[in-house]
């Protein structure tokens, strides 16, 4: 999603040339009628001179009128006519673009009787204040101070930082070396060479053509040394607004990219070529509070000396603090590091529904999985099906049968490989979810209907709106499927999808005994859900009892040594088709010590024991 525009590089529009006469005549604006003194021929100027469209008016006042800017004119004084001419003052109010307010000036137009009527003797001095005749009006925006983004504490996580623009200047080079050079400079630097080639060819002869932009801090991790020695090479030092390093908490922090074409042609002119947009997350969400807003500036250009006439001051950009721990969201970004497929980290706080940390891993990430990624939690959602037994009547002791495979409807689902074959059979309900006994759920399916499901999904914050500053997907539970989709869905596949973040405000909700609900933003407070059946202390202290059997009987045994707060948490496993068509799996785990819950997701990793957990593990143990 694309913002309004945000900061403008150059001025808004390049000055029009103005000619060097000393004084020009419109010779169309004449009044006939030998009655008229000028009087009425002065008046109807004014209107004349608001609505523009002459030559003279193009040259002084074309570069202001191309803003968007409007102006009301009207006669102050017709003056006295002396020798067949008269001179008006005239009240000049230009309403500004992007509530830049108003600029309110005086001119004076001399008007001429002739033998066909009264005609103005135009001059630019009639149009802008005291100009010369070979001045004209620019317009150049005034850019804000950058804001910031930070962490909880004050830490800055985007802001500007210093960087060098790599590239090729074309002025540099002969046309028969252009390829040759972008080629080797994009195998340099490990952009795509066919993309980068066309471009300098597409570029103006004396044009310099970026190729990547870096971050100072981050020189010694490209050959720059090797680039310095292609043809043509150039690199240009700035400042751009950027995330503490690259790949910072994607999706949360969003990032600022120069408009596309499609940007300027969907805007409906509030996006020009040149600007820049902010796209996604806490930037898009408060775009204004953190680029500021453009000042302008209007001057007298084309005479000896350049002359400000009018200024608009910026807005300068403020500080925007999140709830993201810095420290915490390095430690997650350290913990999933060595993950090769799609993952994310989302760890909250429970009392509050703090986004603590949202991390990705290295690769295969084309959006913010942590966030957005709409999955099959697996067994993690056998959270949200033991709230719903335990409000059918069910408690922690009520047997349950787990047999190796079940059937329901015609279908035949079976356990995970990795259940001990032993534990099959009858075994009370606490058991089946400390070993996440597939058959045991979905064979309640009678027990809790599929509107009763959705419910407790409800209570443990799944489906509830995105945390403003967010995008984000918090999950669906469809209370009319039936049948086979009713019993899957007990069990966390079915139609049943989250995210690692709704999934993590699931287990939150558990440890806070209430429903969560997640925020980014520091200082705007969330808006609580509606939630037809809140959670209860004896629900709540029952199913943190259930899950906390999952770490001291279960799949999570090996938190059951971290020192401090008791641990709860649960894994899930989700069976999907990959791309080869073979079957693959999601691996899961949601986890909760203290004041802290973490869900950890793999796309293609192994159970969620094997794969998430040892993640999970490392960043508890990082407390």
Not at 28 to 41: I, K, Y
Request: charged share 25%; hydrophobic share 40%; net charge negative.
């Amino acid at each position: 999603m694309a913002s309004a525009p945000t900061r403008r590089r150059a001025p808004w529009i390049v000055a029009i040339a103005l000619a060097a006469a000393a004084a020009l005549v419109i010779g169309v604006l004449v009044w006939r009628g030998s009655a008229d003194d000028g009087t009425e021929a002065a008046e109807q100027l004014a209107a004349t001179l608001a609505e523009g469209g002459s030559d003279l008016d193009e040259q002084v006042l074309g570069d202001l009128r191309e803003t968007g800017a409007t102006p009301e004119v009207s006669l102050a004084d017709a003056g006295e006519a002396e020798g067949g001419a008269r001179t008006a003052t005239y009240d000049w109010t230009w309403t500004l673009p992007e509530d830049a307010g108003t600029w309110e000036y005086t001119t004076t137009a001399t008007l001429e009787r002739g033998e066909d009527g009264w005609t103005p003797q135009l001059t630019p001095a009639a149009l802008g204040p005291e100009l010369e005749d070979d001045e004209h009006l620019t317009v150049r925006t005034v850019d804000p101070e950058l804001g910031t983004i930070t962490d909880r504490d004050g830490t800055q996580l985007f802001g500007p930082r210093d960087v060098k623009v790599l590239g090729l200047d074309k002025s540099q080079l002969e046309e028969d070396q252009l390829e040759d050079a972008a080629r080797e400079l994009a195998g340099v630097l490990g952009t795509d060479a066919d993309r980068y080639a066309e471009s300098v060819a597409g570029a103006g002869e004396e044009a310099f053509v970026p190729a990547l932009t870096i971050r100072v801090t981050d020189e010694d991790d490209y050959a720059l040394d090797e680039a310095e020695q292609v043809p043509g090479f150039h690199a240009v030092e700035e400042q751009r607004a950027l995330a503490a390093e690259r790949d910072y908490a994607p999706g949360v922090l969003g990032s600022l990219r120069e408009a596309t074409a499609e940007d300027v042609e969907n805007s409906e002119g509030e996006i020009e070529a040149g600007d820049q947009v902010a796209t996604g997350g806490v930037l898009a969400a408060q775009r204004e509070q953190i680029l500021g807003t453009d000042g302008l500036e209007i001057l007298a250009t084309g005479g000896e000396e350049e002359r400000s006439l009018h200024q608009v001051d910026p807005v300068d950009g403020t500080a925007v603090r999140t709830t993201l721990d810095d420290g915490l969201q390095r430690r997650a970004t350290a913990a999933i590091a060595d993950e090769d497929s799609p993952s994310a980290v989302i760890a909250l706080q429970p009392s509050t529904g703090d986004v603590l940390a949202a991390a990705l891993g290295p690769t295969g990430q084309s959006y913010p999985v942590g966030l957005v990624g709409q999955y099959a939690p697996g067994s993690t959602f056998k959270t949200v099906t033991a709230l719903s037994l335990l409000r059918a009547g069910l408690t922690a002791d009520t047997e349950v049968e787990c047999p190796e495979t079940a059937t329901v409807a015609g279908r035949s689902f079976k356990n995970a490989d990795s259940m001990d074959p032993s534990l099959f059979g009858t075994m009370p309900l606490r058991s089946a979810i400390a070993h996440s006994c597939n058959t045991a759920m979905l064979l309640q399916h009678e027990t809790v209907d599929q509107a009763a499901l959705a419910d407790a999904a409800t209570t443990l914050g799944i489906g509830q709106e995105a945390p403003a500053g967010l995008d984000a997907f918090m999950g669906s539970v469809d209370p009319e499927d039936e049948g086979v989709e009713h019993a899957a869905d007990m069990m966390g596949q079915g139609r049943v999808l989250t995210s690692p973040l709704a999934m993590a405000t699931v287990l939150a909700s558990v440890q806070n005994g209430s429903t969560v609900t997640p925020r980014i933003l520091a200082d705007v407070e969330a808006e609580e859900p509606e939630v037809p059946t809140p959670l209860t202390e004896d629900e709540t202290a029952q199913m943190q009892e259930l899950l906390r059997g999952v770490v001291t009987d279960g799949s999570l045994d090996d938190f059951a040594d971290l020192p401090g707060d008791p641990v709860i948490g649960k894994t899930g496993t989700a069976e999907y088709t990959d791309e080869d068509g073979e079957l693959a799996l999601h691996s899961w785990v949601i986890v909760a010590q203290g004041d802290l819950a973490v869900a950890v997701f793999v796309e293609d990793g192994s159970y969620g024991s094997v794969t998430a957990g040892p993640i999970a593990r490392e960043i508890l143990a990082g407390q």
